[in-house]
């Protein structure tokens, strides 16, 4: 009686012992995954539930964008977050693309200061190459908090500049990059497979 | 005895099913945080050990960059993947702050197809922002997989284009982004905190 309880004892440590290496001390290949499948799962979600995006999830969003590269490492980008009703309607009603700031409880304008960093003529186009990546950390941590966004573009056209500028008395040396809606998705959405092989050369 | 026995059974499937439990079955808060470490993590890496990058990992960089969200889903991106060492070298003599190509032992040069889509004039930009998001998936990837890569600017600086063009036989239509040079990194670098309050305005 004695051993045989030894032996359970012993096999119920062992499966401890398993499981929890198993779960917990091969964090590298676990997290990798969780990484990819955070980057393969994001997609445009473009329906939301009325819920409100809380404070605390915003300011991840906004932390998450700015950590983001920059050229220079100049972070030229601005954010606008909207939670204002009839804003957000102006919005929808004016950007041809934005419709669904309609139904959606916020939005975040990715914007760039253009006089940040002093470019010269080669480098103005850079705070759309630094907005953006901030934008896509933006949608993945989106993504990865169980909330549902969409890139929608305003610059260069004239007039969504114009008409975000207008409802969010931007002044003239920032242009906004995008709006992006974001809220508790409404319905299932899968995300597309676009890999292609024959985008890829190589030089070995 | 027996009742002994009963009860040891029990307390060790019971711990089993809780650590099963801790672990494995609240993913969400658990992945929330672990891809806004990547995001928070990821840093410009610009010293790589010799160690090739397998070719399984290469492809899952490529595939993280071309799961970014694209302007009218026209997906404009192209992907150059250098490990030539000959060319790695010419690059990085041509190229005046990609000089750590020289000791790496990979280099994926993001593109746009200034043509797919066939953009109007309000669209010519479109490939920049499409390009840099596949870029900040790539660098996220890459991160997460535990290995170094830095965004090195190449359009729209005209002698940079050109240099790219010349080494990597890049037709006219297709405007190298950027030059990512990629590695195992060598030694330890800590990323920057970018966190700004100053940089955000709400509209409630």
């Given at each position: 009686m004695r051993i045989k309880l030894l032996i359970i004892i012993l096999l119920s440590v062992k499966i401890l012992v398993i499981t929890l290496f198993m779960t917990h001390f091969k964090p590298f290949r676990k997290d990798t995954q969780v990484v990819l499948n955070a980057i393969h799962g994001r997609t445009s979600i473009r329906a939301y539930q009325e819920q409100a995006v809380p404070d605390h999830m915003v300011e991840q969003l906004l932390r998450a964008a700015m950590a983001a590269p920059s050229s220079r490492n100049v972070q030229p980008w601005e954010f606008y977050v909207v939670t204002k009703r009839d804003v957000l309607d102006s919005l929808a009603r004016d950007l041809p693309f934005a419709k669904m700031l309609a139904g959606a409880p916020l939005a975040i304008v990715v914007a760039g200061n253009t006089e940040k960093g002093s470019p010269n003529e080669e480098q103005v186009y850079n705070w759309v190459m630094d907005c953006s990546a901030a934008s896509q950390n933006l949608l993945l941590a989106a993504h990865a908090m169980g909330l549902g966004a969409v890139w929608t573009g305003v610059w260069p056209y004239r007039d969504r500049v114009e008409a975000v500028r207008r409802h969010l008395d931007i002044p003239d040396h920032i242009l906004p990059l995008n709006v992006i809606p974001v809220g508790y998705p409404e319905g299932e959405q899968e995300p597309k497979d676009?890999?292609?092989?024959?985008k890829v050369r190589y030089m070995r």
């Open positions: 676009k890999w292609d092989e024959g």
